[in-house]
């Protein structure tokens, strides 16, 4: 019997060499996330690949998976603790390699596998290590998954088999750059800067852009895991404001980031300017949607209210549903309804066919901008940005909270919303014209000024945005609301960024 993980290890000591250190709050909605040692060792991310396979049995699924591992000091070495507890579990184990998650996700069809465990810890810094898993493709693990997880890791129940295997798997990057590049070629080599932060994507992405037609200048695609001038992160202002000087430089038609493992694309048009996803989005919506009709898309509820309210996705009679954040969820409620699409924020992009097959890919998502963009009959990208109606709206904030608090302050401040609403107060002198609560709280005025407060999924922190339709003024006005009230509580620190 495998020993029951625990969680008052300490490095350099006899029992972290000996025993399998586990922190409970590495399980998390749809992954899971660690820092690497403090909260986890490789005796533990082993405990948590018996405990993965022991799941993978108990759902009846065929236990064959795909293993990958990011471009980090230490992925190497946690896929291959992960690989030895599936192999424990009875699990077939089929190892890409150096990976990005979508490839990982791609190797499941490529494979015929139905499982995935990839090795990331996405746009997280330096220390941090996490695993993405699934056991039924193209879908990854919510809730119910990481609880069941979580509870046949940290309890001990977790089972070894025979019948377990390992094959290393040879030349996928190949096999999955031709399957990506097969679409159409562009009518003119449109050129763009792919910026990928040091990180996995560099291996990937600009050759993919290439192949397409594109006229490509790679922007920190040499793969370096100190990450020396920024985080692979397509939210943080400093990869966006690096890019947006390497596109005016080079005179460029448009600028493309990558995250940490390559399922998120961050846009900057020619004149240098960041495009937040979720109006990206609205751009890739409409031009589906211009070829389909009654085209239906899902977005995650930090999103722009230009979905509801563009008057060229209203014509082109356009359903769109706000949902959950998060990469599992936006994924299976795409799947679910069978949408063409479905956009988060934080820039993840979900293609169903014939774009992609439903998982959220970073060079997928820069391919179809720049079909986008191929098509849009001279048109730059300033202009089709232009083109949509003006909201003022904030990029994704961050404020510190442990994970063990962050619920609870959410709990809060959505009943303190929900009590200004019944009492008709007011903000800014306007009322409170609706309350969204399918993930924290979205609090939407009567004049389409809203604001949203939720736990962020894989860090501790909450996530705050805040956009009008009106003016700069009132989002501001928004954001102050939301942020005397969250300085209220003890357990709110600083935030990452502030508008």
């Not at 750059?177 to 040091?198: F, M, Q, Y």
Request: neutral net charge; proline residues 5%.
């Amino acid at each position: 019997m495998f020993p029951i993980p625990r969680a008052d290890l300490k490095p350099n000591t006899a029992e972290f060499e000996t025993f399998p250190l586990i922190a409970p709050q590495g399980f998390r909605e749809y992954d899971a996330r660690w820092l690497i040692p403090e909260e986890i060792n490789l005796i533990g991310i082993q405990a948590l690949g018996l405990g993965l396979a022991t799941l993978i049995h108990d759902m009846g699924v065929t236990p064959r998976i795909v293993v990958g591992h990011d471009y980090r000091s230490y992925s190497l070495s946690v896929k291959q603790a992960l690989a030895l507890g599936l192999v424990t579990g009875g699990a077939e184990v089929l190892d890409i390699g150096l990976a990005l998650s979508p490839v990982a996700y791609f190797a499941q069809f490529a494979l015929d596998a139905p499982c995935v465990a990839m090795v990331t810890a996405s746009h997280n810094e330096n220390g941090w290590t996490g695993v993405k898993m699934g056991a039924a493709r193209p879908l990854t693990f919510g809730p119910d998954e990481m609880t069941a997880l979580k509870r046949i890791t940290l309890d001990g129940k977790a089972r070894a088999r025979s019948g377990g295997s390992y094959r290393a798997v040879e030349g996928m990057r190949e096999t999955y750059l031709k399957d990506v590049t097969s679409v159409k070629k562009l009518s003119r080599p449109i050129k763009v800067v792919a910026a990928c932060g040091n990180g996995t994507a560099g291996a990937f992405a600009p050759e993919a852009l290439a192949r397409i037609g594109a006229e490509v200048v790679p922007l920190d695609a040499t793969l370096d895991y100190n990450f020396p001038r920024y985080n692979p992160n397509p939210e943080d202002m400093k990869m966006l404001h690096a890019l947006a000087d390497a596109v005016k430089q080079n005179n460029a038609d448009v600028g493309l980031a990558f995250d940490g493992d390559g399922d998120r694309c961050g846009v900057v048009d020619n004149l240098g300017r960041e495009i937040f996803a979720d109006k990206v989005g609205v751009l890739i919506a409409r031009d589906i949607s211009s070829r389909q009709k009654d085209a239906r898309f899902v977005v995650d509820v930090k999103s722009t209210g230009l979905f509801m309210t563009d008057p060229v996705l209203n014509a082109n009679g356009v359903k769109t549903e706000y949902w959950k954040t998060g990469h599992s969820y936006i994924k299976r409620r795409a799947h679910e309804l069978n949408a063409q699409a479905g956009f988060e924020k934080s820039g993840h992009y979900f293609f169903n066919p014939p774009i992609g097959r439903g998982y959220d890919d970073g060079i997928v998502a820069a391919i179809a901008v720049l079909h986008m963009l191929d098509r849009a009959s001279g048109q730059t990208m300033s202009m089709l940005n232009d083109g949509l109606p003006k909201t003022y709206g904030s990029p994704t904030m961050a404020p510190h909270c442990p994970d063990d608090k962050k619920y609870g302050v959410v709990e809060e401040v959505t009943a303190a919303y929900q009590a200004a609403y019944k009492r008709g107060d007011k903000i800014m002198g306007l009322a409170i014209r609706d309350l969204v609560t399918v993930n924290g709280v979205r609090v939407t005025l009567e004049d389409g000024t809203w604001g949203l407060v939720r736990a962020s999924s894989n860090k501790p922190s909450l996530v705050v945005v805040v956009e009008s339709p009106v003016s700069e003024e009132r989002m501001r006005g928004m954001f102050a609301d939301v942020d005397a009230r969250l300085a209220k509580n003890v357990h709110v620190g600083a935030y990452d960024q502030k508008i």
